[in-house]
């Protein structure tokens, strides 16, 4: 069994790494001509990083270019700044004349870059599975001063993935019997455990896939096994291959998928949290509210704190037993729909919006209404976004759900991420014993 290497916490990284900038930011570059600076202490995805340009040609301007040529297509952001007199342009300062990014940001380059339109499959294939080296260019006059490539490893390097299917939720006499038949082939969803294995039980994450994009179960359970935490993908809408919405997820399948999750060596028992965006939200939500002796904490973000009917029919998105779980009507204000009961959720909780939610508008008044509803709890973190958009659970530096924004939106959003994804982290972390 390899060692794990030792991974510094976001949180910590992102302070390092300020430091770092901070303490090389005096004086002239001693070395002759221009050249990037990247300072980083992980070369993970959405690892922190802090991008300088030195050595430059005081005054006038400098275009500043990151490119990644992937098998989905080419991808890319550029940015103009003004030249100092010094010839520094440290990103974590200096704010740019012309960009996808209306301030100063130390790694702004990289997750303002916009590329192909798509599928959802091949998207986090891309940004979500292998590697990606990303050219950096500056141009003075239009002519190439200075570049440097930055090797960007994916979620595969730092954790190992194993579909689930029906036969191996079964208990331990059924699954050692020869049982057949299309619906123990079924994949139920899909387990992602840090790779190299943790040396102690660490606790684990139900992600209820309910969102696209960056927020998708793939994202986000790459990013918490890169960070040492196993995680489940369940489906929100019955097994994968069904059509979306065809079938209400079941409290069968997530508590047999709990149970599973709980046998697994790598997993503390005690302390499994549920996880969800958007849609997913209110499902996460109502799971830890509903089974408060089962699951430890909750992070949800950008979703309501009611589990609400479909908008076309009045459907539950939930069943148990066969029969749909109460749900609210969507037309009632929020003001008159009951929360879910999340003051019986023993554990952390970590909750977020954004203010100018483009999807979800009142995503902000949801989330009050959860706050409200679970009471002062010192372990648990509200984030209200400030000019923050709709995709903040995708993991930061992820240059994805961002290019089709205004720039001051886009950039709000990226930093929502990062807080979102520290405070999340931070739970986690805090759960270990």
């Known amino acids: 069994m390899r060692a794990r290497r030792p991974r510094v916490p976001l949180m910590v990284a992102a302070v390092v790494l300020s430091v770092a900038a901070l303490a090389g930011c005096g004086g002239p570059p001693r070395s002759i001509g221009p050249r990037f600076t990247v300072?980083?202490?992980?070369?993970?995805?959405?690892?922190?990083?802090?991008?300088?340009?030195?050595?430059?040609?005081?005054g006038g301007d400098a275009v500043l270019?990151?490119?990644?040529?992937?098998?989905?297509g080419v991808w890319s952001a550029k940015a103009v700044y003004a030249v100092p007199p010094n010839g520094v342009i440290d990103l974590w300062k200096a704010k740019p004349l012309l960009a996808p990014y209306a301030a100063a940001d130390p790694a702004a380059l990289l997750w303002s870059m916009s590329g192909p339109s798509l599928s959802q499959s091949a998207?986090?294939?891309?940004?979500?599975?292998g590697d990606v080296d990303i050219r950096l260019a500056a141009q003075q006059d239009g002519r190439e001063v200075a570049s440097q490539v930055v090797h960007r490893t994916g979620y595969r390097s730092a954790s190992s993935t194993r579909d689930i299917f029906a036969r191996d939720l079964l208990s331990g006499t059924d699954r050692e019997e020869d049982i057949?038949?299309?619906?123990?082939?079924?994949?139920?969803?899909?387990?992602?455990?840090?790779?190299?294995?943790?040396?102690?039980s660490r606790p684990a994450v139900i992600v209820i896939d309910g969102d696209d994009g960056g927020a998708s179960g793939a994202f986000v359970a790459g990013q918490l096994a890169a960070n040492g935490f196993p995680a489940f993908v369940l489906p929100s809408f019955g097994p994968t291959g069904q059509i979306p919405g065809s079938s209400a997820?079941?409290?069968?399948?997530?508590?047999?998928?709990?149970?599973?999750?709980?046998?697994?060596?790598?997993?503390?028992?005690?302390?499994?949290?549920?996880?969800?965006?958007?849609?997913?939200?209110?499902?996460?939500?109502?799971?830890?509210?509903?089974?408060?002796?089962?699951?430890?904490?909750?992070?949800?973000?950008?979703?309501?704190t009611a589990l609400l009917c479909t908008a076309s029919g009045g459907a539950s998105p939930l069943?148990?037993?066969?029969?749909?779980?109460?749900?609210?009507?969507?037309?009632?204000?929020?003001a008159d729909t009951p929360s879910l009961r999340l003051d019986r959720i023993p554990g952390p909780v970590v909750l977020a919006c954004g203010t100018k939610d483009e999807i979800l508008s009142n995503a902000c008044d949801w989330m009050t209404a959860g706050e409200q509803a679970r009471g002062v709890r010192a372990d648990d973190q509200f984030l209200r976004a400030v000019g923050s958009g709709h995709t903040i659970s995708t993991p930061p530096i992820v240059p994805v759900g961002l290019s089709d924004l205004a720039p001051t939106l886009a950039q709000a959003t990226?930093?929502?991420?990062?807080?979102?994804?520290?405070?999340?982290?931070?739970?986690l972390q805090g759960a270990v014993e």
């Open 180 to 200: 057949g038949g299309t619906v123990f082939d079924r994949r139920i969803g899909t387990y992602v455990a840090p790779d190299p294995p943790t040396e102690q």
């Open 39 to 58: 300072d980083l202490l992980h070369s993970g995805v959405s690892d922190p990083v802090i991008l300088s340009v030195v050595g430059l040609q005081p």
């Open 65 to 72: 270019s990151a490119t990644a040529h992937t098998a989905s």
């Open 319 to 334: 069943t148990s037993d066969g029969d749909p779980v109460p749900c609210e009507s969507q037309v009632r204000t929020i």
């Open 249 to 304: 997820l079941s409290v069968e399948s997530f508590d047999t998928a709990r149970t599973w999750l709980a046998e697994q060596t790598e997993v503390d028992a005690s302390r499994i949290f549920v996880w969800g965006s958007w849609r997913a939200a209110p499902l996460a939500l109502w799971f830890a509210a509903a089974e408060p002796y089962a699951v430890y904490g909750a992070i949800a973000a950008s979703g309501p």
């Open 414 to 427: 990226e930093r929502a991420r990062s807080a979102f994804w520290v405070a999340a982290l931070s739970a």
């Open 123 to 129: 998207l986090e294939q891309t940004w979500a599975g």
